[in-house]
């Protein structure tokens, strides 16, 4: 997240078509009817559905148009330019509104490693560990109430106290099987925070941990 920026979150379903006539493939833009009370630059965590459909993405992206009031044929709303990580998931999501049967699966290796994480929520450290982790993300576990799909927390990446801390959303939590009480964290850190979280990432990846 770049310093600065408001980050707005929010889950959405839409209709099918209502979701491939404001994605814009070409262009990395998608048009979401909401959020029109937000402002051009601001950030944007959105985790989407197709009613109809099982499946869900987070996508991440910078508000370049706002469109405050509107009419049956063009409702008020904002469009996002899609930062590149989040398009093969939009790209996912219009095939899966088209009808198309789809698998969804993550690119980047998830390494298998547990590693010492605190987790800000709501002023409190939650102090945890990570499951696994990617240079997108992690999965966590967690104690407690499990965060909601969609909300945005802070990861301190050290122990000191000038730590850099990553933001992340909250891409999926889950209760029982494999990964009993967990919360996977899609990292949005830019800057000093974007440049730990690769270097734990690439840590990681030179530890010889197995992959998921």
């Not at 009419?71 to 939009?90: H, K």
Request: aromatic share 6%; hydrophobic share 45%; glycine share 12%.
């Amino acid at each position: 997240m770049t310093q600065g920026r408001k980050l707005h979150s929010v889950a959405l379903n839409l209709d099918a078509g209502q979701f491939l006539a404001g994605w814009r493939p070409e262009a990395g833009t998608l048009f979401l009817p909401a959020l029109s009370e937000a402002r051009v630059g601001d950030e944007v965590a959105v985790r989407i559905g197709i009613f109809g459909q099982t499946i869900r993405a987070t996508v991440l992206g910078v508000i370049g148009l706002v469109r405050r009031v509107g009419r049956p044929t063009l409702p008020p709303g904002v469009e996002l330019t899609l930062d590149r990580v989040s398009l093969p998931a939009a790209t996912f999501l219009a095939a899966a509104a088209r009808g198309e049967r789809v698998t969804f699966r993550e690119r980047a290796p998830r390494y298998v490693i547990s590693r010492e994480m605190t987790v800000l929520r709501d002023g409190l450290q939650i102090q945890t560990s990570s499951l696994n982790l990617s240079e997108g993300g992690c999965a966590v576990a967690w104690s407690g109430p499990l965060p909601m799909v969609g909300e945005v927390l802070d990861l301190k990446l050290g122990r000191s106290f000038l730590a850099p801390k990553a933001r992340a959303v909250v891409c999926w939590n889950a209760v029982g099987g494999d990964t009993a009480r967990a919360a996977g964290l899609r990292i949005l850190g830019a800057g000093r925070a974007g440049r730990a979280w690769k270097a734990l990432a690439g840590e990681a990846a030179r530890s010889g941990a197995p992959t998921a």
